[in-house]
């Protein structure tokens, strides 16, 4: 079976800061703030936590000139390649250039002015400034939706192609392409064109995904699919919630396809009528106290004997509830039984051994 990275189509070579994205490099994984970025502790406080949990990369608000003013102090606290999202005003996106932004997201539905995208491009390539053009379907130049009769994939692709030909024009193909819907399967439609049609390094996520557990559901469908395809350069994961629980989710979905490992894996039984014991806040208090172990290891939490030892042999460590009380077990094979309120310090012991 080919790996990923075998699957994967040799894309141009993009600097951010101090990672680089394209070719065979790691996926970066992205999130993006919301905090008002005038608020300078609330944003540094929040870009270090997403750090903290992993984020390889984070996006900004800028709409004004406050907002620009702190890029450079914010990129002094916390040491993490750092992208301004702009809308509508091309000087804020020269602006952020200047004051040492590590990327540039702007987006063609709403910056049109050839002599305005010349003047971004200019700063850019002045500064070695990469630039993320992100499409959306809900946001495309008008003319397309009429060509198209709506936001369908080549009316996506036909967005990008427009974008990236102009910058191609102007001697500019320091690049990122992100061309996202909030339907799933629409999303791996698009990311297949984009993927045939250029070599630059793909952003892949759903767009407006939704809450955490349907945002989390839905960009798993597509980014499993795009994955195992061998497509996508860099992830985010689009959670109305905090910011900090969409890179939670991308890790999880970097794992669990087998690309990347992010320490500890918890495998648990869902439970039934023979459970005696408590698997549901244990497996929670369990996933809370191991989030920050780095150790690639998996861990089950079992209910009882039908679904213990045996069908978990192969955790590295676990156990197996009983009547108030548990079997600890690694390899497989049993250490000792412990009792139900001594059961996560136990554990958590044994881990500390591996």
């Known amino acids: 079976m080919r790996t990923f990275n075998e699957k994967r ?35 540094i406080n929040q870009i270090a936590e997403l750090k903290d949990q992993g984020c390889d990369i984070v996006r900004i ?28 005003d091309y000087t804020l996106a020269i602006e952020s250039i200047k004051n040492g932004i590590d990327k540039i997201r702007i987006n063609p539905g709403n910056i ?51 974008q990236v030909e102009m910058f191609e024009k102007y001697n500019f193909d320091n690049i990122v392409i992100a061309a996202k819907s909030s339907d799933a399967m629409e999303t ?25 557990i349907k945002g989390a559901v839905k960009s798993s469908i597509a980014l499993s699919i795009l994955l195992d395809e061998g497509i996508a350069d860099t992830i985010r994961i689009s959670l109305t919630d905090d910011p900090v629980k969409e890179i939670s989710v991308a890790k999880d979905i ?24 408590d698997i549901i806040r244990l497996v929670s208090e369990i996933e809370r106290r191991t989030k920050n172990i780095k150790k690639n290891i ?14 978990a042999k192969y955790a590295d460590i676990g156990i197996a509830g009983g009547d108030k009380k548990a079997v600890l077990f690694k390899k497989g094979k049993k250490i000792r039984t412990v009792k139900e309120d001594e059961i996560i310090d136990e554990l958590l012991n044994e881990i500390e051994k591996c």
């Not at 794992?255 to 495998?267: A, L, P």
């Open 298 to 311: 998996d861990i089950a939490v079992m209910g009882c004997a039908v679904n213990g030892i045996n069908e």
């Open 61 to 88: 608000s800028v709409f004004d000139k406050e907002c620009i003013q702190n890029i450079p102090l914010i990129k002094k606290a916390v040491k993490i390649p750092l992208v301004a999202d702009i809308h509508y």
């Open 9 to 43: 189509k040799d894309k141009k070579l993009i600097r951010i800061g101090d990672i680089t994205i394209g070719g065979k490099n790691d996926i970066a994984i992205q999130s993006m703030t919301n905090t008002d970025t005038r608020n300078l502790n609330a944003t």
């Open 188 to 212: 791996v439609q698009i990311y297949r064109l984009l993927n045939n049609f250029f070599d630059y390094p793909l952003h892949v996520g759903v767009t407006e995904a939704g809450s955490l």
């Open 112 to 162: 049109t002015d050839k002599d305005h995208i010349r003047a971004i491009l200019n700063n850019a390539r002045e500064y070695d400034v990469p630039i993320r053009i992100g499409v959306n379907t809900g946001s495309l130049p008008e003319h397309l939706y009429k060509i198209y009769n709506g936001p369908t994939p080549d009316a996506v692709l036909h967005a990008v192609k427009d």
């Open 254 to 277: 970097l794992s669990f396809m087998g690309i990347k490992k992010y320490g500890v894996n918890i495998i648990s039984c869902p439970t039934c009528g023979r459970t005696k014991i």
